[in-house]
Nanobody
């Protein structure tokens, strides 16, 4: 089992940036792909970005491609989500996951215009 803890959320003006971190503890982290998801009020959880265990392969949903960058540092057991040019519609709770039941508690991102 991998325990995941997100951080880095906050309140930011539209056009600003935030960097989210997802720190893992427990069994080997470098063998896991990791995904970032988000859930806005009254909406279903959606996948935002993903990264392979090696970091060589990444994926983004269309609405964030070109603005968000996912990366990882396996030595630090950390996955990052750099979010630039933030929009009000990016407001949500952001979660990281390695799949299955392995989810963090989430970090709130609020973008105001």
């Amino acid at each position: 089992q991998v325990q995941l803890v997100e951080s880095g959320g906050g309140l930011v003006q539209a056009g600003g940036s935030l960097r989210l971190s997802c720190v893992a503890s427990g069994r080997a982290f470098s063998n896991n792909a990791v995904g970032w998801y988000r859930q806005a009020p009254r909406k279903e959880r959606e996948r935002v970005a993903g990264i392979s265990y090696s970091g060589l392969s990444t994926w983004y949903t269309d609405s964030v491609r070109g603005r968000f960058t996912i990366s990882r540092d396996n030595a630090k057991k950390t996955v990052y989500l750099q979010m630039n040019s933030l929009k009000a519609e990016d407001t949500a709770i952001y979660y990281c996951t390695t799949g299955g039941d392995n989810w963090g508690q989430g970090t709130q991102v609020t973008v105001y215009s």
